[in-house]
Nanobody, 124 residues
Framework: QVRLVESGGGSVQAGGSLNLSCATS????????MGWFRQAPGKEREGVAH???????FYADSVKGRFTISKNNAERTLYLRMKGLTPEDTAVYYC??????????????????WGQGTQVTVSS
């Protein structure tokens, strides 16, 4: 398992932007699957954005065109840039990772490590 620490959450008005970070002491070049989830009160956990072992990025339909996932291996940090936020984006955001090439199954990632989450609140 990998320790992951999210930061950058906060409260913004609709239409605003936030940048989330997920720091780890692990070599991110060896974290072949990395990504972001979110969970709002009373709702199911939702995959937001992911990197596949091939380095391709994937996004939930709800955030396509608004969110961008990136990674800085020198900083050992995963990022999520969020633009055009709406109240529906309000949730706790979690980063996740797996140091295995066999972490992508059926077009979706499988993770073994998760951070504690950072709260994002978007008001109307």
């Amino acid at each position: 398992q990998v320790r992951l620490v999210e930061s950058g959450g906060g409260s913004v008005q609709a239409g605003g932007s936030l940048n989330l970070s997920c720091a780890t002491s692990y070599d991110t070049r060896a974290l072949f699957c990395m990504g972001w989830f979110r969970q709002a009160p009373g709702k199911e956990r939702e995959g937001v954005a992911h990197f596949s072992p091939a380095g391709n990025d994937f996004y939930a339909d709800s955030v396509k065109g608004r969110f961008t996932i990136s990674k800085n291996n020198a900083e050992r940090t995963l990022y999520l840039r969020m633009k055009g936020l709406t109240p529906e984006d309000t949730a706790v955001y979690y980063c996740a990772a797996h140091p295995s090439l066999d972490c992508w199954r059926g077009g979706s990632p499988i993770y073994d490590s998760w951070g504690q989450g950072t709260q994002v609140t978007v008001s109307s």
